[in-house]
């Protein structure tokens, strides 16, 4: 008889402010989005259930609440993660210039964490845990106002463990369920 498993992963959302972390998620989990700037959300997290072959998986999803303005997350936001979304705005060089920094303040947390621990995922080598690069905000005057290019970013991506690379505009609902449900089955994978 199959039996059904129940599996929480814990992913987290970072890059830098503006870039729409906040706007994503809330697309992704509630099909909602707004123009309106709402630096600070006061929940932790949210969930979202999805089936994944036998599996349910149970996406709990944690949002900073402004904090990454600051580069101060604390380690409870770190604490536990299965996946890290880093995400940038496409239209902004600095935030992809900050990709850098927030991989490797991720990775520095590593040791502290409960991360899965196998042989194809081991936190202390980046290329083994799964991450997702969202180039995000890609409906801005079709594409036109984009100053990082799709190589650039495939670029970085692929020399930093190839990370797998989405580009998504969380206004127009595109190319959003997509990247969440590819890092739900990398950390399922390597369980
Ligand atoms: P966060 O600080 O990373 O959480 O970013 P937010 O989700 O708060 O988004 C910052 C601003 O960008 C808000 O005004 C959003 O409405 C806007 N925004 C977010 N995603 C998109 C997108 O895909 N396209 C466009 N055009 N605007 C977006
Ligand atoms: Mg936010």
Redesign the pocket.
Known sequence: MATRRRTLLKVIVL????????????QYVHKK???????T?AADFVTKELQIGNKLVTLQIW??A?Q?RFQSLGAAFYRGADCCAL?Y?LNVSKSFDSLDNWHEEFLKQVPSLTLLYTEQANPSDPKTFPFIVLG?????HGGRSRVVSEKKAADWCASNGNIPYFE?????D?NVDGPFLTIAKTALANE
């Open positions: 890059g830098d402010s503006g870039v729409g972390k906040t706007s994503l998620m809330n989005f707004s123009l309106q700037y709402k630096a959300i949002d900073t402004g990454e995400v705005d995000n905000k890609v409906d801005i998504t505009s969380a206004k127009e595109y």
